[in-house]
């Protein structure tokens, strides 16, 4: 018999009825996200750079959504489930960095630039060190501390534990409907994405990366309760929502890079540096011209949540 074929797994729509609960809404979000970073780990296991980018994402996802339901579930109440997503993700991040500043940055690069000797040189050192991040990841999957984890968390979402050091008022807010939660939510996350790109121009390079994580943040909460509204509208409305997340992301790609090249110890003198710095260079001024027509294609978008 053929084994079956090893291949990444992308997130999974949750799917909520118009009567779910707040909190049957919170238990089969963040259920979700643990799965897709576990449908993941064979992959990661495999060596899969794509493997690797969607448990970054899942376990992004899975904290962000515990971060969306704080108004309800304290953050005292998985804290040190926290804990443990931030010590995997110490793991996840540098092997997710060397692999977009190897295929998105490098490969680009050393394609137009084919007889620069030096890039070609510090290509072959940034591999090893993308290797040895892959290498320690895997080790980090193998732990009993990750073990630990995934169960500690299947059997905290399974338990609800966080009842117990709940009041009354928090718990009927639990019992409420999740379209009202997520309504309330989703309207307030907008009108803070608003307030900070309108003054994108002004803004340092700190607050795009704030601005950034904001609009990740409204992204993945609207992808959460996406089932709750019209679907035409949240397509509309998300694919807005990614443009803009894209071109932040290359905006920040840059100081990635910078952080990187210092891990390579590749010296701000050196000719391939200076090529690299060029690089993403001209990658930001492209980005910061187009990010004006993105925005106003965001801020003319209908917003699903409203009736």
Request: charged content about 30%.
């Amino acid at each position: 018999m053929t084994p079956k074929p090893i291949i990444p797994v992308k997130a999974t729509p949750v799917q909520l009825d118009a009567d779910s609960s707040s909190e049957d809404a919170f238990v089969a979000i963040i259920g979700a996200c643990l799965r897709h970073a576990e449908a993941n780990r064979p992959a990661v296991l495999d060596g899969q750079m794509e493997g690797v980018h969607q448990m970054r994402v899942a376990f992004r996802r899975l904290r962000s959504g515990l971060k969306i339901f704080r108004p309800l579930i304290p953050r005292e109440a998985s804290a040190a489930l926290v804990e443990n997503i931030r010590w995997l993700n110490g793991f996840l991040g540098p092997a997710r960095d060397w692999d977009v500043f190897l295929e998105e940055g490098m490969a680009p690069m050393l394609a137009h630039f084919p007889r620069k000797r030096g890039l070609a040189l510090f290509r072959t050192k940034a591999e090893t060190l993308r290797q040895t991040h892959h290498r320690t990841l895997r080790e980090a999957l193998a732990d009993p501390r990750y073990q630990n984890l995934t169960r500690d968390l299947a059997a905290w979402l399974n338990d609800r534990p966080w009842r117990e050091d709940l009041d009354d008022k928090r718990r009927e807010r639990l019992a409420q409907p999740a379209v009202d939660f997520a309504t309330a939510l989703l309207g307030r996350d907008q009108r803070r994405v608003e307030k900070q790109g309108e003054a994108f121009a002004e803004l340092s390079a700190t607050e795009r990366h704030r601005l950034r994580i904001r609009i990740k943040e409204l992204r993945y909460a609207l992808d959460f309760f996406a089932s709750l509204y019209p679907a035409p509208t949240v397509k509309a409305y998300l694919s807005a929502l990614a443009r803009l997340q894209d071109s932040l992301g290359i905006m920040n790609d840059i100081a990635v890079a910078r952080r990187l090249l210092d891990e390579a110890k590749l010296r701000a003198v050196s000719a391939a540096r200076q090529v690299i710095d060029g690089w993403y260079g001209c990658r930001l001024d492209v980005q910061e011209r187009a990010f004006p027509e993105l925005w106003q294609g965001f801020t003319a978008c209908e917003r699903p949540w409203k009736d």
